[in-house]
């Protein structure tokens, strides 16, 4: 039952979106660190994965009704319907004089990004619970 529709979408959301803010956390805690290297998941990336999953189970009969099939990237590992991840360094920035290559306000846009994707994912996720309740519950 938890694997129709939107809901498996949304749970491998707020997922990716959890694992990346314990990231982007870590990034923001070690922003003065010297030789600290930055890492990261790509949302791009990620989303990408996630449609081409979304794809292949709407081609299929009755693919809203099957499980969500996502496939293994360079940052995402599925194995037995887990998501590992493996964040990479981000080598986006200038290095300063300590080997550092920290960016405060791009660290402070993907925090403030990924906390709305993930906020949003988890009210999504919320209104399927709600409605599924209701169904069950048999009342408007």
């Known amino acids: ?17 959890g694992a990346r803010q314990e990231l ?9 660190t010297p030789y600290f290297k930055p890492t990261d998941l790509d949302p791009v990336q990620f989303q990408a994965q996630l449609r081409d999953a979304m794809d ?4 299929k009969p009755n693919g809203m009704r099957r499980d ?9 590992r599925v194995r037995r ?7 990479q360094r981000t ?7 300590d080997q550092n290559n920290r960016d405060v306000e791009r660290t402070m846009q993907d925090l403030v990004e990924n906390a709305l994707a ?3 994912s ?17 009342r408007v």
């Open 1 to 17: 039952m938890f694997s129709y529709g939107a809901m498996p979408v949304l749970e491998r959301m707020v997922e990716f979106t």
């Open 56 to 59: 292949q189970r709407s081609r």
């Open 81 to 87: 319907g887990q998501m590992e991840f493996r964040p």
């Open 91 to 97: 080598n986006e920035n200038i290095l300063f004089h």
């Open 118 to 120: 993930h906020r949003t």
């Open 24 to 32: 982007i956390a870590h990034n923001i805690a070690n922003l003065s």
């Open 122 to 138: 988890v009210e999504l996720l919320k209104s399927q619970f709600d409605l599924l309740r209701t169904a069950i519950r048999e």
């Open 68 to 76: 969500l099939e996502l496939g293994s990237t360079s940052q995402v």
